[in-house]
């Protein structure tokens, strides 16, 4: 059974770091696209980032571009999201998502992260 | 704005068919995928390219597409089906993933 288990949400203050976690298990992670994806309070899903499985290819959000990096550590099976420059509008739930194909659509699903930007 | 466009809501009589639409230029090329998301939880899918059925997905739930517009089938909608449905797809440029805006159903 795919489990995805994101970790690392808080409350931080406008302009602060942080970086979010997601544990992956039941399937074969390198060889997994993944992707984070979130939900601003009472929105819709907005697409943050994506990795490919290897680690080498990257893609982000114009919104997102230049202050989050995505990750991933193929032998601990874990997907990272660094998030810097944390603005109030990034204040959402983080999902991370296994792709099935890069880019395209997401077959599992965690429970999600809440990311509080807030002074 | 997204570049994926749904109704904002939706309503079904109980044991009738609905369908749910998303409409943008990106699905020209690319194929739709759905999911539903219920308050509180993660979304599930529920289409993939178009028209295939994850396992577990029970078959009144049916996808289509023409042109540049994807649907969303229901057919013999029941209570559990309420849910927010949102539809996604590769951007036109093919290098961003956009999602639509979401559309609310509800079983009457």
């Known amino acids: 059974e795919v489990q995805l288990v994101e970790s690392g949400g808080k409350v931080v203050q406008p302009g602060g770091s942080l970086r979010l976690s997601c544990t992956a298990s039941g399937f074969g992670f390198s060889d997994s696209a993944m992707t984070w994806v979130r939900q601003a309070p009472g929105k819709g899903l907005e697409w943050v980032s994506s990795i490919s499985g290897s680690g080498v290819r990257t893609f982000y959000a114009d919104s997102v571009k230049g202050r989050f990096t995505i990750s991933r550590d193929n032998s601990k099976n874990t997907l990272y999201l660094q998030m810097n420059s944390l603005r109030v509008d990034d204040t959402a739930v983080y999902f991370c998502?296994?792709?099935?194909?890069?880019?395209?659509?997401?077959?599992?699903w965690g429970q999600g992260t809440l990311v509080t930007v807030s002074s | 704005s997204s570049e994926l466009t749904q109704d904002p809501a939706v309503s079904v009589a109980l044991g009738q068919t609905v369908r749910i639409t998303c409409q943008g230029d990106?699905?020209?090329?690319?194929?739709a995928n759905w999911y539903r998301q219920k308050p509180g939880q993660a979304p599930i899918l529920v289409i993939y390219d178009r028209t295939s059925r994850p396992a577990g997905i029970p078959d009144r739930f049916s996808g289509s597409s023409s042109g540049d517009t994807a649907s969303l089938t229901i057919t013999g909608a029941q209570a559990e089906d309420e849910s927010v449905y949102y539809c996604n797809s590769r951007n036109s440029r093919g290098n961003h993933v956009v999602f639509g805006g979401g559309t609310e159903l509800t079983v009457l």
């Open positions: 990106s699905l020209r090329n690319y194929y």
């Open positions: 998502a296994k792709d099935l194909r890069l880019l395209e659509c997401f077959d599992s």
